[in-house]
C-alpha cells in the first residue's frame, strides 16, 4: 500500500482516524440527544458539555469504562450497568459511522504514493486551489490536510443535524451555526480550502459569445467578458478571495432554499421546506461555495426520490424529512467533486447567461408549481389533506360532542334517581352529594 506524506502507509493512518472518528462520534451521540432539549441557542450548546452523561432512567451516572465507543456498548450486551435499562444501539452504529466517514473522507482526499500532487485529490477540480510551496503550513499537503479537516467539521455538524431531523423534524442552530461560523472563518483565514473559485468564465463558451456580441453588439463585449478564466485579483487577494467563496456560498445556496419555500408555499399553499433547512444550505455553502451548493440542492431529491415513493405507497405520508438528503448529497459532492464538477463546468462557466438561465428556471419553477396546485384543486385534492377533519361522524365524536355539551347530567332535567356507581365511574358523586344531598334523602345544598 502506498505511503502518505507522514511516511507511515495508509492503511495505519486509516486506521488511526478510525480510532479518531468513534470518539468524535461519542460526542456526536451527545450533541443529537441533547441539543434539541434546549430551544435557546446558548443553552442548547451548554447542554452538550454539562451535565455529565448519565442513564436517562435511573439517572447514575456511567462508568468511564462503558463510554469507551463501540466497545462499551458491547461489554454492557445493550443494557445500563446500574438498572439494566435497553441501551439503543444506535449509539455504537453512530460511533462506527463516523469512524468510518473520517477514513473514508482521507482515502479520497489525500493522495498517497510516489509523485502525486494536489491535483490528485477527489476533491480537487481543474480550478481548485494549488498551495504556495515557499510557505509550511500553506504548502500543497498541507492545503490538502487543512481541507481534509475543514470538510470534516462539515460532515460532523451534518450528521448531527440529520438524525435530529429524522427524530424530530427539526434542524436547531445549535448544530448549523456554530459550524457556519468555522466555514466562514476559516475561508477567509487560510483563503485556499475552495473547491472552485468564486467566479471563472469558460473560455471555449466565452470565445464563441464573444464573437457573436463583437458583430452585433462589441460594446457589451468588453462589460461582460474577463480575460482569461479567473479574475485577477483572485490571485492577488487569496484571503479575500476565500472569504468572498464562503459568503457566496452562504448567500447564494441558503437564499436558493429560501426561494424555493417562498414559492412553494405561494404555489401550494403549504409550507413546502423548513427553515432548518436553509440555514442548513447556508452552513454547506459557507464550506464548499455557492456551485457546489447549488449542485447538491438539485441532487438531494434524487436520493429522495425512492424514499418518498415508498412512504407513500406504505404509509401515504407526503412529507419528510430533506436535510438527511441534502447531508447525503453533501457528501457525495465531496467524495465526487472532480468527476462532478467536469460534467457541470460549462454550465458554471456561463458568465452573464447563468444569471439568465437561472431567473428563467425561477419563473417557470413557480408556474408548475402553481399549475400542480390548480390540477389537485380541479381533482378536488386539497393541499392540505392532512389537517383536514374526517367526514365520518363516529361513535367517539358522538360521545365527545355529548360530554362537552352536556357537563352537568342534571342540568335541565328533573332529579330522578340513577345508580350512584354511574356517577363515580364519572367523577359526579361527590359533587351530586354536596348539591342534592345524599342518595335517599337528608340535607344537600341547591
Known amino acids: 500500500m502506498p505511503l502518505t506524506a507522514f511516511g507511515l502507509p495508509m492503511w495505519v493512518c486509516l486506521g488511526y482516524l478510525f480510532v479518531i472518528g468513534t470518539v468524535v462520534g461519542s460526542f456526536l451521540n451527545v450533541c443529537i440527544y441533547r441539543i434539541p432539549t434546549k ?33 462499551g456498548w458491547l461489554m454492557l450486551r445493550g443494557r445500563c450497568f446500574h438498572c439494566k435499562g435497553r441501551i ?44 504556495d510551496p515557499s510557505s509550511w503550513w500553506l504548502s500543497p499537503v498541507a492545503i490538502i490536510h487543512w481541507r481534509y479537516f475543514y470538510h470534516m467539521v462539515l460532515i460532523e455538524a451534518l450528521l448531527v443535524a440529520s438524525f435530529i431531523d429524522l427524530d424530530l423534524w427539526i434542524i436547531p442552530d445549535g448544530c448549523t451555526l456554530p459550524a457556519m461560523a468555522v466555514g466562514l472563518v476559516g475561508g477567509a483565514a487560510l483563503g485556499q480550502l475552495y473547491l472552485t473559485p468564486v467566479w471563472h468564465q469558460n473560455m471555449r463558451f466565452a470565445n464563441e459569445l464573444r464573437f457573436w456580441l463583437d458583430r452585433s453588439a462589441p460594446e457589451l463585449s468588453d462589460w461582460i467578458f ?22 457566496g456560498g452562504f448567500l447564494i445556496a441558503g437564499g436558493v432554499v429560501w426561494l424555493v419555500r417562498i414559492i412553494g408555499h405561494w404555489a401550494l399553499g403549504r409550507e413546502a421546506m423548513g427553515f432548518g433547512d436553509v440555514v442548513l444550505m447556508a452552513m454547506v455553502g459557507s464550506f ?25 405507497i406504505v404509509r401515504r405520508q407526503r412529507e419528510l424529512p430533506f436535510g438527511p438528503y441534502l447531508s447525503l448529497a453533501t457528501l457525495t459532492v465531496i467524495l465526487f467533486w472532480k468527476q462532478i464538477w467536469t460534467s457541470v ?48 361522524w363516529n361513535s367517539g365524536d358522538h360521545l365527545f360532542f355529548y360530554g362537552s355539551e352536556s357537563v352537568d347530567p342534571h342540568q335541565g332535567r328533573w332529579r330522578n334517581y340513577v345508580w350512584p356507581g354511574s356517577d363515580s365511574s364519572r367523577g359526579w358523586s361527590q359533587y351530586d352529594t354536596w348539591r342534592n344531598g345524599p342518595p335517599g334523602g337528608g340535607n344537600g345544598r341547591w
Do not use: K
Not at 469512524?99 to 480550478?127: C, H, K, Q, R, T
Open 288 to 312: 464548499l461555495g455557492w456551485q457546489a451548493g447549488v449542485i447538491i440542492f438539485f441532487m438531494a431529491p434524487m436520493f429522495a426520490l425512492l424514499v418518498v415513493g415508498l412512504t407513500f
Open 345 to 392: 463546468e460549462p454550465i458554471f462557466g456561463s458568465g452573464p447567461l447563468l444569471i439568465l438561465s437561472a431567473l428563467i428556471m425561477t419563473v417557470a419553477f413557480a408556474i408548475i408549481m402553481r399549475l400542480i396546485r390548480l390540477v389537485f384543486e380541479f381533482l378536488g385534492i386539497s393541499p392540505d389533506d392532512d389537517d383536514d377533519p374526517p367526514d365520518d
Open 226 to 247: 474577463i480575460e482569461g478564466s479567473l479574475p485577477g485579483w483572485i490571485g492577488q487577494s487569496p484571503h479575500l478571495h476565500g472569504l468572498a467563496v464562503s459568503l
Open 39 to 71: 430551544e435557546r441557542f446558548w443553552e442548547s450548546l451548554y447542554a452538550v458539555i454539562y451535565p455529565r452523561s448519565r442513564c436517562p432512567r435511573c439517572r447514575n451516572a456511567i462508568p468511564a469504562w462503558a463510554n469507551v465507543p463501540i466497545f
Open 88 to 131: 439503543s444501539p444506535r449509539y455504537p452504529m453512530i460511533e462506527f459511522l463516523n469512524g468510518a466517514l473520517w477514513a473514508l473522507v482521507y482515502w479520497m482526499e489525500v493522495p498517497a504514493g510516489f509523485g502525486v500532487s494536489i491535483m490528485d485529490s477527489a476533491a480537487n477540480g481543474p480550478f481548485g486551489p494549488t498551495g
